[in-house]
């Protein structure tokens, strides 16, 4: 272990920026953010890692225009990315070897029941990541590649982990529980954990200020749908049910997953069609959702084909569509008071014909669409239902790297002002 054990004179020094990794199997997206006033100093991703054709692009935003850079050929591991990335920061006058900078917020996909809460990472902390990678096998090993990387980077400064999981780890236990041999689910640490925690926890949150109201005085339905989609039920600030599971795999229909299903269908293919477990996963989590239903798991495209008369895409519509309403219906039930309706993430805050066919007859439930409101565009959290309607329905847009600096750099902050040391330098690599 390499051991500085603690960040000596960190808080004399204005270190305020924190920078946010991303790290998934094959690419890294990452964010530097000045705390000070929570802008962006930078934003990139390197894709393709590993392979030739990969490209790492790279957008300072401290000058007037934003101008991205852009790098091709072989980066052939993460640690190779996260370098890429720093000569690009550096060139910027913004590397990472600054003294300004605070901390390194990393998303970590799965953080099973321990990890309630953003957790400075420890290699006590990484080896409890690597013992849930059963649970998580195609994200957790990339996270920890991401962690490795940037700890030895830079050994000197705090890491903090913040779980896609934790905002859901409120949900009571009959929520939480499926409804199989207790001994079988225990065993195996199979029980719903749900996803997107960040997103549902950050967007919450931003609609209740756009009611003007505190979390702790408002329910609300979260509908994050991005390529995967998920929704959840937030009460009084806390989340009670959401929609994905063990994986993120349960509830919605998704850009390529098929979300909820009978766990029949799986011995079938097995038993009738002579499927392999991986083909099943294959078919379940990249082959079907909107992709299987008619090719195209971009929303715009299928817009484009149904206002062509396309029967496929249309039907495909209408099955995403009725799943949500499904959703919206239950979630009212768990709730039973709801304040808003939520929209957010890549279909969420830009399609109008989704957001209008998922509310539309529900207006036993309170909820209504302003046709005109609903074709604004704007980046900006806003209204979609009118004056008079019982539940508000909102457009707010996500955004899961603010809320992990933002997460990142109270916690180090909290640890400093009260005097404790912050661990750093404590992952073996
Ligand atoms: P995300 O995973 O949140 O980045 O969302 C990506 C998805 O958002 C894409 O696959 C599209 O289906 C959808 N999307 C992005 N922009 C638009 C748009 N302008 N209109 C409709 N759907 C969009």
Redesign the pocket.
């Known amino acids: 272990m390499t051991t500085t054990p603690t960040k000596e004179g960190s808080a004399a020094v204005q270190a305020r920026r924190v920078l946010v990794l991303n790290s998934g199997s094959s690419s890294v997206k990452y964010q530097l953010l000045d705390m000070n006033d929570r802008s962006r100093l930078a934003i990139g991703l390197v894709e393709r890692i590993g392979e030739e054709t990969s490209r790492l692009l790279h957008t300072p935003l401290t000058g007037g225009d934003a101008e991205t850079r852009e790098r091709t050929g072989r980066i052939a591991d993460h640690a190779a990315a996260l370098k890429a990335a720093a000569e690009e920061l550096a060139a910027d006058g913004l590397g990472l070897d600054s003294p300004e900078l605070a901390a390194i917020g990393h998303r970590v996909v799965h953080g099973g029941l321990r990890f309630t809460e953003p957790t400075v990472i420890t290699d006590e902390v990484l080896t409890e990541i690597e013992r849930l990678v059963p649970v998580a096998p195609l994200h957790n090993p990339a996270n920890i590649t991401g962690i490795r990387t940037a700890e030895a980077l830079r050994p000197d400064l705090p890491q903090v982990a913040v779980f896609d999981t934790a905002f859901h780890t409120t949900m009571p236990e009959y929520a939480a529980r499926y409804a199989i041999d207790v001994e079988t689910a225990d065993a195996h640490r199979i029980r719903r954990y749900g996803f997107h925690g960040t997103s549902h926890a950050y967007v919450s949150r931003k609609a209740a200020e756009l009611l003007g109201r505190a979390p702790e005085e408002v329910n609300v339905i979260v509908l994050h749908l991005?390529?995967?989609a998920s929704a959840s039920a937030v009460a009084a600030g806390r989340c009670v049910e959401t929609s994905m599971g063990l994986t993120p795999l349960e509830g919605l229909v998704m850009?390529t997953r098929s979300g909820d299903i009978d766990p029949a269908v799986t011995f079938h293919l097995k038993r009738v069609a002579g499927m392999s477990t991986d083909e099943i996963d294959v078919l379940l989590n990249k082959k079907s959702g909107l992709v299987g239903l008619c090719g195209d798991?971009?929303?715009?495209e299928i817009?484009r084909r149904i206002d062509e008369g396309d029967e496929r895409a249309a039907l495909a519509f209408d099955i995403y569509v009725h799943r949500l309403k499904k959703y919206i219906g239950a979630y009212s039930a768990v709730l039973g008071r709801v304040d808003a309706v939520v929209f957010t993430?890549?279909?969420g805050e830009?399609?109008a014909p989704v957001r209008e066919a998922a509310i539309a007859g529900l207006e036993e439930l309170g909820l209504v669409v302003d046709a005109g409101l609903n074709a604004v565009r704007s980046g900006e959290p806003r209204l979609i239902s009118p004056n008079y309607a019982r539940v508000a329905v909102a457009v707010v847009p996500t955004d899961e790297e603010l809320e992990i600096a933002d997460q990142t750099f109270a916690l180090v902050g909290q640890a400093e002002s009260a005097g404790q040391q912050v661990p750093v330098g404590q992952v073996d690599n």
């Open positions: 991005g390529n995967g850009g798991n971009d929303m715009r817009r993430a890549g279909v830009n399609s």
